[in-house]
C-alpha cells in the first residue's frame, strides 16, 4: 500500500453529521464524534475518517505475528 503525503482534516463534533468506519480500530465513528480526515495527496479520492487517537498511533503499531 503506497502512502505517502497526506492531508490530515480535523472534523469537529458539530461537523460529523455520518457514521464512518475507521480503518485503524474498524469501530463506527458515529455522528457527534470529533475524528480526522486523512486525505492522500496522490489520491484524493480515497479519503479515509480515522479517530484521533487511532492515527496518532498507527505509527507505533507493531506487528502482532499472526
Ligand atoms: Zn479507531
Given at each position: 500500500?503506497?502512502?505517502?503525503?497526506?492531508?490530515?482534516?480535523?472534523?469537529?463534533p458539530?461537523?460529523?453529521?455520518?457514521t464512518?468506519?475507521?480503518?485503524?480500530?474498524?469501530?463506527?465513528?458515529?455522528?457527534?464524534?470529533?475524528?480526522?480526515?486523512?486525505?492522500?495527496?496522490?489520491?484524493?479520492?480515497?479519503?479515509?475518517?480515522?479517530?484521533?487517537?487511532?492515527?496518532?498511533?498507527?505509527?507505533?503499531?507493531?506487528?502482532?505475528?499472526?
Amino acid at each position: 500500500m503506497g502512502t505517502g503525503a497526506a492531508q490530515i482534516h480535523r472534523i469537529q463534533p458539530y461537523q460529523a453529521d455520518k457514521t464512518y468506519i475507521c480503518p485503524g480500530c474498524n469501530q463506527e465513528i458515529r455522528p457527534g464524534t470529533g475524528h480526522l480526515v486523512i486525505v492522500p495527496v496522490s489520491d484524493p479520492a480515497s479519503r479515509r475518517h480515522w479517530h484521533s487517537p487511532c492515527w496518532e498511533h498507527r505509527a507505533r503499531r507493531r506487528p502482532t505475528g499472526r
